[in-house]
């Protein structure tokens, strides 16, 4: 039994016309950024990839509200320009329209990296950490994660090899990152993790 999971929900208005973003055995895939709003207000643009015969079957524009599922995917960039961890949202079904933004997360996948036990500025524990989730043709996704309070606690004290079930939405949080004496504005994508989760308690 294959005890790896990715599986994405995602529910907002797309920010941008789909542009071409690589071709890979003959198939052409297209990417563009979709912005679901938190209950807070603030938004999370994420970048979405979708085939061709997906986005013909279902034209996007920009600010249609889409329903999409699919997998949270990394890529290693080794292009030496912008983040060597890729991450985006690879689409398999998409819907058009929705009720209201949702964004929902479940991975299990086991730990890579010890885990990095941090506080804020006002005291509160986070723990940084990267699950690698298998893909089938001996694949896998890096994953960064992010755990607050007691989860943090609990994943902090986890070791290398450790099976992690989980269940959190897809964040983007913006940073500066100097690169030459110079800083650029930059953005990283995570899991933000809400609680444990069982396998069987999954959507898909």
């Not at 960064?144 to 007691?150: E, K, L, S, T, V």
């Amino acid at each position: 039994m294959d005890n790896n999971f990715n599986r994405v929900r995602l529910c907002g208005r797309a920010a941008g016309e789909p542009e071409l973003s690589h071709i890979n055995h003959g198939e052409s895939f297209y990417r563009f950024p979709l912005s679901v709003e938190r209950l807070s207000g603030q938004e999370d643009r994420l970048p979405v990839i979708l085939p061709r015969p997906l986005l013909e079957a279902h034209p996007v524009h920009t600010g249609d509200v889409l329903t999409l599922t699919g997998q949270l995917r990394s890529f290693n960039n080794r292009s030496g320009q912008g983040p060597r961890l890729v991450i985006s949202v690879f689409v398999r079904e998409l819907v058009p329209g929705g009720a209201a933004p949702f964004n929902q997360i479940q991975l299990s996948g086991v730990l890579c990296k010890a885990p990095s036990l941090r506080r804020t500025p006002l005291g509160r524990e986070i723990c940084d950490l990267i699950l690698a989730v298998n893909r089938r043709y001996g694949r896998a996704d890096y994953l960064p994660c992010i755990a607050w309070g007691a989860i943090a606690q609990q994943t902090a004290i986890l070791p290398v090899g450790s099976r992690l079930t989980v269940e959190g939405r897809v964040q983007s949080r913006g940073y500066t990152k100097t690169v030459d004496g110079v800083g650029q504005e930059r953005t990283a994508y995570e899991v933000s993790i809400m609680r444990p989760a069982e396998p069987e308690e999954f959507f898909l």
